[in-house]
């Protein structure tokens, strides 16, 4: 294998590593969990409805009937010094495996639903997690929780602290946890007591060379009945070739021994798949592998194929490649198995990838690109019969137990950035879908607006092209609205860049990349186009709007939409601007134009990058202050409320604070937060009543337009004294980045957005 090969095997195997697990129901049905039970104090969950949607569905057999539901309210444990959280950041579905019952989750919130009424089960939305089925689908594991799913009890809460790679076993009894790279740990799920600590052989171990430290672990399985429990492992070299290695390894669960360790002829090892009948195990290892579980005996090998999903019956199963280019078909089919005789039956060549299979094993559903358009396709089992086609969705979740209905990702194209975190459940009556139910997440936020008055505040969602807005009652935490691109009037190729509140309180002004601005009528909901892009802010009398893109600032009649002023920066690139309090001047943070390479932060030739915080005068159209001291790239900044002082925030761990007339520097504030090349205080807001600064450590912004930015660190909001410069506090609730913070007008709340979909507003009384 050449050195660019190993690379990108090392690649996939670290997304695998990082994405979180999803985890396939089992219908075994184990002795019943026998521990007190304690009834849930959630509050009740409200429901936004008949939120209109544009999409159009190409086929004429297609029925939409827009119902959108959504726990909106947190209903969880609050972080220490919070007031309330508001979104659910991404959300995702689990069917049972009997298909009565599904659950809409987030890390935030779960939701329990009868599949055939399509309608909630519990009343009060449960602490969010992974979700897992067990006892045959009787409780309900979600994170740490286990729930009765008749009565909506909690079963118990597991003390074992989860990873995203920890694993239940499907009785509940369980818990699976890696250990390191080459060990898993086993805990009772209910004491979190260890019960074995499984290491790898030492036979594998001797097959690493000298510079390898150790194995990567990629993923962990346990057997349908709980018996057995594997792990794939496998170890790469970047850069110059130095060969590569896997196996799957298998233990006894009851008694922690090694059983086998079983190596695939490939390096690409992968995820693991159990029958049915606990009596076979697979891996994707360049191809996929089975092996009979007691034996260790190689059964079959089956090339082109690197994931493998069992019909419930386990009569058969389905293999696919899963390499799926935008807009292409897949080059290789879906193939269906004889799962006695190991033999090929049938295959699909319009699908690529998501074989799902229905409880009873009679109907199968794939996934595929047909026009440039992603699809849900509905087949027969027995002959791969195509019975119904859904476009402009994918990932489907599961199908009811009667087979009409089943639950789906809805995407705006073939584009997987279109994604705006909306699932769909499909009712299907012959050949013909009915949306029914539409359940909608929040996006990424990367920006906050408070309303004039404090009642309202404002998220902008989006990372990459998936973007919307969100608005909630910041004092009931009710959604107010959550408008998708379709329903703003946008193009699949908008992003937010930023976002501001008109003083009046009317109106939000969206700046857009690749597109003209948006104006949102906020009672209404009504947009119009107008020609903002870049940085967005309103004056504080809200007749003018300041606008800034690469070098250029302008200033406009927010009445009139006449230009007033533009002022240009030669060399330069505006990264910030902020209003002073009366209107007549404008501060940038810049950084040298030269000095954007590759990742925002450093000039080709290695030096950091500098930057500048400047004050522009309106009415001259001249920058008359250069604040002095300023210390690396300034990525964020606000005035004090009199309008004598600056605040800037910066690619370092500090942020400084400026006297204005003079231009010489007050202090510098520490947050004394872990330093990373590609974080920044990327939002920076001094609260009204002039007592704090407040800034969010996150990701630069110049990533704000790439794939994976997220990378799932937790975020961090840093609370200061403004008078001392004090460090009041350091807020680590977010799951993710934090990417924007704003106070109330009246200081008493601080919100702040994050990576991880929500909102969370810190209560300034506590401080």
Request: proline residues 5%.
């Amino acid at each position: 294998m050449h050195a660019d090969q190993c690379f990108r095997v090392f690649m996939i195997l670290l997304v695998i590593l990082l994405q979180v697990a999803c985890v396939t129901a089992n219908t075994a049905t184990m002795e019943t969990i026998s521990v007190p039970t304690e009834q849930s104090t959630a509050i009740t969950v409200p429901h936004l409805t008949s939120i209109p949607s544009t999409r159009e569905l190409s086929m004429a057999s297609i029925e939409q009937v827009y119902e959108v539901v959504l726990p909106t309210s947190y209903s969880g444990t609050l972080p220490d010094g919070a007031a309330a959280v508001l979104g659910l950041g991404a959300i995702s579905a689990s069917v049972s495996p009997d298909g009565m019952y599904f659950i809409i989750w987030s890390e935030s919130e779960a939701l329990l639903y009868d599949f055939a009424t399509l309608k909630p089960l519990w009343d009060q939305a449960r602490p969010g997690g992974a979700v897992t089925w067990l006892l045959g689908g009787n409780h309900v594991a979600v994170g740490r929780n286990v729930w009765d799913i008749r009565t909506g009890n909690l079963v118990f809460s597991s003390p074992v602290a989860l990873w995203s790679a920890s694993k239940w076993s499907p009785d509940g009894t369980v818990i699976a946890t890696p250990g390191s790279e080459s060990s898993i740990v086993l805990f009772d799920a209910q004491s979190g007591q260890e019960i074995h600590r499984l290491e790898l052989p030492e036979s594998l171990q001797a097959e690493l060379p000298s510079d390898v430290p150790t194995y990567n672990q990629i993923d962990i399985s346990f057997s349908p009945n709980a018996e057995f429990i594997g792990a794939t492992y496998g170890w790469f070299i970047t850069g110059d070739y130095n060969g590569c290695g896997g196996a799957l390894v298998v233990w006894s669960v009851p008694t922690g021994h090694l059983m086998h360790t079983l190596s695939p002829s490939s390096c690409w090892i992968g995820s693991i798949s159990w029958s049915p009948n606990n009596s076979m195990v697979s891996t994707a290892a360049g191809g996929r592998y089975l092996w009979d579980v007691k034996a260790g005996v190689l059964l079959k090998e089956i090339a082109d194929a690197n994931s493998i999903t069992w019909s419930p019956d386990g009569s058969r199963f389905a293999t696919a490649i899963n390499v799926i280019h935008a807009g292409e078909k897949s080059g290789a089919p879906i193939r269906v198995w004889n799962s006695m005789i190991l033999e090929e039956e049938y295959s699909i060549n319009k699908s690529n990838d998501a074989i799902l299979w229905s409880p009873d094993s009679s109907r199968m559903i794939t996934t595929g690109y047909d026009d440039m358009v992603m699809r849900i396709i509905v087949h027969d089992a027995a002959t791969g019969t195509e019975l119904l086609s859904i476009p402009n969705s994918d990932q489907p979740f599961g199908l009811s137990a009667n087979n009409n209905r089943f639950i789906g990702n809805q995407y705006f194209s073939y584009d997987a950035s279109d994604y705006d975190n909306t699932l769909v459940a499909w009712s299907i009556d012959g050949n013909v879908a009915k949306q029914a139910l539409t359940f909608r997440g929040t996006l990424p936020i990367v920006s906050i607006a408070w309303s004039p008055d404090g009642r309202l505040i404002a998220g902008g969602m989006g990372w990459n092209y998936g973007f919307g807005l969100a608005i909630w009652d910041a004092a009931t935490t009710r959604s107010q609205a959550m408008l998708d691109k379709e329903a703003l009037g946008l193009s699949r190729w908008s992003r937010l860049v930023d976002m501001d509140w008109s003083p009046d309180g009317s109106t939000l002004a969206m700046s857009l990349s690749a597109d003209a601005g948006v104006v949102v009528d906020v009672d209404n909901q009504s947009t119009r186009r107008d020609g903002a892009s870049g940085l967005v802010m309103y004056s504080p009398d809200g007749t003018m709007l300041a606008n800034a893109q690469e070098n250029q600032a302008s200033v406009w009649s927010a009445l009139t939409g006449n230009n007033i002023q533009t002022f240009t920066l030669e060399g330069t690139v505006i990264n910030a601007l902020a209003w002073s309090s009366d209107g007549t001047h404008i501060a940038f943070a810049t950084m040298a134009e030269d000095a954007i390479w590759y990742n925002g932060y450093y000039h080709p030739g290695g030096e950091p990058a500098t930057g500048e915080i400047l004050v522009w005068d309106i009415q001259s159209n001249e920058i008359i202050t250069t604040l002095r001291g300023v210390l690396g790239v300034p990525y964020s900044l606000d005035w004090s409320p009199d309008g004598n002082q600056i605040a800037g925030g910066f690619d370092a761990d500090i942020v400084g604070v400026w006297n204005v007339a003079s231009g010489t520097l007050v202090r510098w504030l520490y947050g004394n937060v872990d330093p990373n090349s590609e974080m920044a205080y990327v939002s920076l807001d001094w609260s009204p009543n002039s007592a704090y600064i407040a800034a969010a450590y996150g990701k630069n912004p110049f990533f704000r337009d790439c794939n994976g930015c997220g990378y799932g660190r937790p975020g961090k909001v840093i609370l200061w004294d403004a008078a001392t410069g004090t460090r009041l506090r350091r807020y680590t609730a977010h799951y993710d980045e934090v990417q924007a913070v704003a106070f109330s007008p009246d200081s008493l709340l601080l919100a702040s957005g994050s990576l991880d979909g929500r909102i969370i507003l810190w209560n300034m009384d506590s401080q």
